[in-house]
Nanobody, 116 residues
Framework: QVQLVESGGGLVQPGGSLRLSCAAY????????MGWYRQAPGKQRELVAR???????NYADSVKGRFTISRDNAKNTVYLQMNSLKPEDTAVYYC??????????WGQGTQVTVSS
């Protein structure tokens, strides 16, 4: 059984920063791509950023230049550094991990609220 544990969400003022973390726990697994998605109230879940095993990244246009995704393969952890946050970034952020031969896993979600 593989479990994802997210942390780092919270309330921040516009222009502020937050760093999200997501660690995968379990045994006998290998990770392919890792990513972050978000879902705002009344909207569909959308991809925010994704990173492959080799470090190739892609971002939603709305976050390019402000968010940075990274990973620590030794710790099975993915990070999302979010800078210059805007009210429209308010959402529940979900970690997603693509396990080799074992399918996909989602984190429990962490709330990010950008408000003055």
């Amino acid at each position: 059984q593989v479990q994802l544990v997210e942390s780092g969400g919270g309330l921040v003022q516009p222009g502020g920063s937050l760093r999200l973390s997501c660690a995968a726990y379990g045994s006998g697994f290998s990770i392919n791509a890792m990513g972050w998605y978000r879902q705002a109230p009344g909207k569909q879940r959308e991809l925010v950023a994704r990173i492959t095993t080799g470090g190739t990244t892609n971002y939603a246009d709305s976050v390019k230049g402000r968010f940075t995704i990274s990973r620590d393969n030794a710790k099975n952890t993915v990070y999302l550094q979010m800078n210059s946050l805007k009210p429209e970034d308010t959402a529940v952020y979900y970690c997603n991990v693509d396990l080799i031969l074992r399918g996909n896993r989602w984190g429990q979600g962490t709330q990010v609220t950008v408000s003055s």
